[in-house]
Each structure stands twice: as C-alpha cells, then as structure tokens.
C-alpha cells in the first residue's frame, strides 16, 4: 500500500505543472556554496533555504527557473542530527546568518568542503591531489564581528536600525546580534535612543528625504577604541552637539566620531566626503605586536581574533627570506606587509582606496618601519608599471575582493614569477576560477580554510603556490 502511494504521489507531481507557492518533497543530499540545502525533484535541482544535508523536507517553492528550482524549508520530516537551534531569532530573515541552525563542528567541515565544490567547478589542473586542509574555527564563535553597519529606518514613529531581510528593503531592528562585539551594540542601541530622544529627521527611502541613513561602529578590540561614523543624505545632521556630548559622557570609549554625506538614492553606504566632527579622524587597533591606525573607510578584517590566526597562516606560507623584495597586493592599511616587513628587503603595496594608502604609509612611520611604501592604485596596474621600472618581486601576497584577480594582474604575476607566492582569498568561487591559469606555472602545495564568519556560509583561504 506504501508503495502504492508513493507511485501515486510522483505521478501526482509528474501531472502538474509546478508554481511558486506549491510544496515538494525532498532529500536533501548536500549545502550549495551560500549555505542552502541541494536536493533534486523530478531530476532538476532544488536549492532549498533552511535545510540540511540528510534531512527530508516539505519544501515550498519560491522561484522557478528554466534549470533549477528556490524554495525556503516549510517543514522537516527527517532531522538532521547537526541542527541546532539558532541562537538569533531573525537568522532565517536577514543576510550573514546564513548556518546558525547548524553545528558548529558541520559548518567547519562544511566550508573545507564549499572549497572543493568551487574546485570541481572550475577543475584547475591537478585540483584532485590538491591537499585541502581542516578548516581552522574559533573557540567560541560569538561576539567576533569589530564593526556594525546598520540601516536607519522609522516606523510608526520608532527609530529602527538594522538589516533587510534577503531580497527586500523591509529593515529588521536588531536590539541583539549574538555575533557582534558587545561594545558595537551597545553604542549602536544609544545611539538609536538618542535619534528618538531629539527626534532627528531620519532617511525615508521611499520618498528620498530625511538625514540620517546610516550608522556604523567599529571597536578596536586590543586599544578598546571605538569610531562612530553617520551616514546622512546631506550635511545636515539635527542635534549633532547634543548627540555627541551625549555619546562621549556614556562612551569614553570612543575615540572618533565622523560624519560621512551619501546623498540620493544609490545601493552604496558609502559617500566621497567624509568630515570629522569630534575626537580623531582615525581610531588605533593593535596586532600582532604593531598598531594600525583605522580611518572611517578603511578596510580591516572583521574578526580581529583569526585575523591573527590568518596572518600566521600567511607567514608560514610564505617562507620570506631577508633579501625578498615583497609585494603586498589589495593592502588596505598595510596590515599583512607591515607584518612581514621586518623579515624581507623591501615592501611595495597598494591599494585603490586612498584613505587606506594614507593610513598604511602612517602605520609603517607608527611602528618605525622604513622598508615598507604603499601606493595608491590598482593592483592590475601598478605591478605591471614598477616591473617595467626594473622592480623584480620575490614574494608576493595577494588578498583581493569578492571578485578575485583582475586578468592583467595575473598576467603581471605569471610574467614577474615571484618565487613565493600567497593568496588569501575570500571567495572559493574565485580562488578556484584564478588558479586555471595560475596552475599553468604554480603548484598549490596547500589549501588552508579558515573561519573568519561563523554563522555564515563565508570562508578564507590560505593558498600556498610554488614555482614548478
């Protein structure tokens, strides 16, 4: 009788044309590389939010496209014995939450394992012997992320700051974020009660009015200083006086508190002008023995406790000897060169955001170190100019975007032929997608993961390449 109705079910399914809206049942065999789970239906591959691998789903379909299928999990059938229990209650709302309802032992396995998926993908040579190594975590996987960057909504005359639910510009309030620095929340909520308390006009996106959109915080974990930056749509910002002599009383933690102009409607958070309004210009974290200066734009690794895990893991790879000439590509404030300065010849690196140039040559001047000169540019062009100029590199790390290598980079590099050579990458897709053409002279002796953002479906890799 079982088999019956199962035969009846499929057919059942087979009949109709599928909508968005309808539920299908599924096995789900695996996560995709965004952390949704893979199951197939009537042979087409089904990528299902919430669910895990060796579970049984109702799932309901919320796209179809002409070779895949997107669903949200409507309800599970067969647990998954790695689910837990998010501990946020948004994580299945909003973005960067992506594999909280699964253990923390499975989600690092999980991310060596996106690593080899993207290898599969794009099949650089010899991708099967690659030495794909267990990804490195954290003890306690909260409290990790340094900086806060939250929409500012009102509704119903409440302030609101926090992030859109995936695919919308509906804004959730997060009075609680379990993987933020208690300090960044903190400020953040003051600073949501100070907007209601003056009743400071706040950006309405529908109609393109109102001041403040933005607000962002960032704590220097090791110096325990924190930036404060507001985003608004003009110069204006109501109530700035008050609301700073109110943030310094309740915050002496606060070092810096800027003022960056956004106007109109765009995507980005960001504006061209940024202007100081109290304290520095710039807060100071400390690493690995050196300081960092932090102006508002630049960019620092979100997770300050495996950055320094990272950074060791790029020495080693590494391997400098005294007499390297190192290139230190995507630079931001000079954090990995100035690192390793101590151990090469010469440093060169660049980066194509100026404020972070600036704060990289002043943090080579901060920790006295004279052998190291950061230029602003990008990365494709400068390192083609200075081999042109005589440069030879001896080493090179790179750390790039999202978007991976720019192709004239990787020409630069399979031209010039440093002898050591990193790549830090936080995107397997194109890791995996640059390593075709960089195999070509290039063993990957190594893939080393690591977890930079526990509860998402993000992972940074160490790559260790050496000539043929």
């Known amino acids: 009788m079982d088999k019956k109705r199962s035969y009846n ?28 789970g893979i199951g197939y239906f009537q042979r087409t591959i089904c990528f299902i939010k919430g669910a895990l691998p060796g579970e049984q789903v109702i799932a ?4 179809i496209k002409p070779r895949f299928i997107i669903g949200e999990t409507a309800k599970i059938k067969m647990v998954s014995p790695d689910r837990v229990e998010p501990r946020d209650s948004f994580a299945n709302n909003v973005g960067g939450f992506e594999l909280e309802h699964l253990s923390y032992a499975a989600q690092l396995e999980f991310k060596r394992d996106v690593i080899k998926q993207s290898l599969a993908k794009f099949r650089p040579e010899g991708y099967k012997q690659f030495d794909l190594r267990p990804t490195i975590g954290m003890d306690d996987p909260t409290g990790y992320r340094n900086k806060a960057q939250f929409q500012v909504r009102r509704l119903d005359g409440k302030v609101l700051a926090g992030m859109y639910t995936e695919g919308s510009h509906d804004l959730v309030d997060l009075p609680e974020v379990s993987v933020q620095h208690p300090l960044t929340m903190q ?40 930036q404060v930056v507001f985003v608004t749509n003009s110069t204006k910002l109501p109530y700035r006086d008050e609301m700073v002599e109110d943030l310094q009383a309740k915050f002496p933690e606060i070092k810096s508190i800027m ?10 958070i960001w504006g061209d002008n940024t202007q100081n309004i109290a304290g520095d210009s710039f807060i100071t974290e400390k690493m690995d023995g050196l300081s960092f200066k932090l102006s508002a734009r630049a960019f620092f690794q979100l997770n300050p406790y495996q950055t320094v895990k990272l950074y060791n893991e790029a020495r080693k790879a590494l391997e400098l000897s005294d007499n390297d000439n190192l290139v230190d590509a995507y630079s931001g404030v000079g954090t990995i060169g100035l690192s390793l300065a101590k151990k090469a010849k010469e440093v060169r690196g660049m980066d194509t955001i100026a404020e972070a140039v600036e704060d990289a040559n002043e943090n080579a001047k901060l920790n006295g170190i004279d052998n190291a000169h950061y230029e602003t540019g990008a990365a494709e062009k400068l390192l083609p100019k200075w081999l042109q100029e005589g440069f030879k590199p001896d080493s090179l790390v790179v750390d790039p975007p999202r978007v991976g290598l720019e192709g004239r980079l990787i020409q630069a590099i399979l031209t010039s032929l440093p002898k050591h050579f990193v790549y830090i990458s936080c995107n397997p897709s194109t890791l995996a997608r640059d390593l075709v053409p960089l195999v070509e002279k290039y063993r990957v002796e190594y893939i080393q993961s690591i977890d930079m953002f526990p509860e998402t479906a993000r992972v940074e890799a160490v790559v260790k390449l050496t000539l043929k």
């Open 187 to 226: 400020i953040m909520r003051f600073i949501v009660d100070l907007l209601d308390k003056y009743s400071v006009s706040v950006y309405n996106e529908r109609k393109n009015i109102g001041d403040v959109k933005t607000i962002i915080v960032r704590v220097a974990v090791e110096t325990n200083q924190a």
């Open 60 to 63: 309901k379909i919320t796209d």
């Open 259 to 268: 003022q960056n102009i956004n106007s109109g409607r765009n995507s980005l």
């Open 9 to 36: 079910q499929k057919n059942k399914y087979q009949n109709q044309r599928l909508r968005v809206g309808d539920t299908i049942p599924l096995k789900i065999k695996r996560l995709g590389i965004n952390g949704e």
